[in-house]
């Protein structure tokens, strides 16, 4: 039975991933400090540990105790347009985390390091984004997934250590937080529906992505430590199909049954159009089909409805308040 550990596993992605390697038959230990996940969300067939990525004698002690075939390394604070105003926060705990767990597995010899980035590191690139593109990230959230990735890759070259990288994007479905304000917009709207809210929007809405629902991104990254052509690979993965934010706020009162006016805020710092290319992770995995946005929403709509609305939480740190979206301040 190998042995995995899953860090970020009470969260959104990490969830998933641990019920799948489960089903795949590995043995499985969860790192999580709760920041964003939640302890009843982690399979009970799970060994849960709470702790940070960040604390680097607690991560030494678990690839002592547990002996480690693979890690996955799912745990980040994933809020692209934040990041612009905790760069601090950011970088020590989506970069510096992510560096004492390569460590650790370059020193103990696992198989194989799987790590999920972010379309992110693609920035403003004129979609479809493709891996043989060269990343040019535009915020501070895809500079550090792209430090990582570069890490692995010299990780790779020097001490033999194997990894896979995938790069997800607009990840949505059941369990995820949607109490978090700052990101996940398709949680964002189901909240504020919930709560009687207007939906907030940044600018006229007609940024397009492609919002990817669970089921066609967690498997994949579960399984790929058993298919030998993923090995020190980068793959897409995730939706094909893109849309605006105003047909996504349209496709999400349809599903909720719920009809709220739409709240036009100013613009923010982001990148208006992306989408990828997953023409490698089809041809590697075999994907033949995606579920449909409206398939999607709906099933997370249920969840949703049953979860019930949550108090969105505020982000206590910010370290720049310079061009800080009032949004952020005032709500």
Not at 50 to 57: H, I
Not at 309 to 319: C, L
Request: net charge negative; proline share 4%; aromatic share 12%.
């Amino acid at each position: 039975m190998p042995t995995s550990l899953v860090t970020g596993g009470a969260g959104f992605i990490g969830t998933h991933v641990t019920n799948h390697l489960i089903k795949l038959g590995h043995k499985v230990i969860v790192l999580d400090d709760l920041s964003g996940g939640f302890e009843d969300f982690v399979n009970n067939e799970a060994i849960f540990i709470k702790g940070s990525v960040t604390d680097e004698n607690l991560i030494s002690q678990l690839f002592i105790d547990y002996k480690f075939d693979y890690v996955y390394h799912l745990a980040a604070y994933a809020a692209e347009g934040l990041s612009h105003f905790i760069r601090r926060f950011n970088y020590n705990n989506n970069l510096i985390g992510s560096i004492n767990l390569i460590n650790e597995a370059i020193k103990h010899k696992v198989e194989r390091f799987v790590f999920t980035s972010s379309i992110a590191v693609y920035g403003a690139l004129t979609p479809p984004m493709r891996e043989d593109m060269h990343p040019q990230p535009e915020d501070p959230y895809g500079v550090a997934k792209y430090a990582v990735e570069l890490d692995l890759k010299t990780a790779h070259e020097m001490f033999g250590l194997n990894y896979t990288i995938f790069r997800p994007h607009n990840v949505y479905g059941e369990y995820q937080n949607i109490g978090d304000k700052y990101r996940n917009v398709i949680g964002i709207f189901m909240n504020q529906l919930m709560q009687g809210k207007s939906l907030s929007v940044f600018g006229d809405g007609l940024q397009t992505r492609a919002f990817s629902y669970i089921d066609d991104v967690a498997p994949y990254i579960a399984n790929c430590v058993n298919i030998k052509a993923t090995e020190n690979e980068i793959f897409n993965i995730g939706a094909d199909q893109e849309y605006t934010i105003l047909q996504l706020a349209e496709t999400i009162q349809n599903a909720m049954g719920i009809n709220q006016p739409i709240m036009h805020l100013d613009p923010r710092n982001e990148v208006v159009h992306a989408h990828a290319d997953h023409q490698k992770a089809k041809t590697i995995f075999g994907i033949d089909k995606f579920t449909s946005l409206e398939t999607g929403i709906q099933k997370m709509a249920t969840w949703a409805k049953d979860a019930g609305a949550r108090e969105s939480s505020k982000f206590e740190n910010i370290e720049i308040t310079e061009k800080l979206p009032p949004f952020w301040v005032e709500n």
